[in-house]
């Protein structure tokens, strides 16, 4: 599978993003998907996941309850709703994709796929 996200920018402090993985090739609903971040000088971090069925989902603590993850299989994409943002979610965002057992996978190494990234700014 190819994956292609989009949907970075610059904004402020507050405000709301709302991040695209396209998927092309194989059947999308038949991949687990997750977010990853990385901002200049740290390493990869987690931000969230989703089942291929969509019916888990797992976030890390610095972005549970700001921001959303969801996919549409019909459309073979996943999106990520990203409110009250933060300076500190300044960061290139990734999504990834593996086929294992239906689940949420927080762990880098469980995916096989990555997109080249989309970059998110937030200023003060």
């Known amino acids: 599978v190819q994956l292609q996200a989009s949907g970075g920018g610059l904004v402020q402090t507050g405000d709301s993003l709302r991040l695209s993985c396209a998927a092309s090739?194989?059947?999308?609903?038949?991949?687990?998907m997750g977010w990853f971040r990385q901002a200049p000088g740290k390493s990869r971090e987690f931000v969230a996941t989703?089942?291929?069925?969509?019916?888990?989902?797992y976030y890390a603590d610095s972005v549970r309850g700001r921001f959303a993850i969801s996919r549409d299989n019909n459309k073979n994409t996943m999106y990520l709703q990203m409110n009250s943002l933060k300076i500190e979610d300044t960061a290139v965002y990734f999504c990834a994709a593996n086929d294992r057992r239906d689940g949420a996978y927080a762990r880098a190494y469980s995916y096989d796929h990555w997109g080249q990234g989309t970059q998110v700014t937030v200023s003060s």
């Open positions: 090739g194989r059947s999308f609903r038949r991949y687990n």
């Open positions: 989703i089942a291929r069925s969509g019916d888990s989902t």
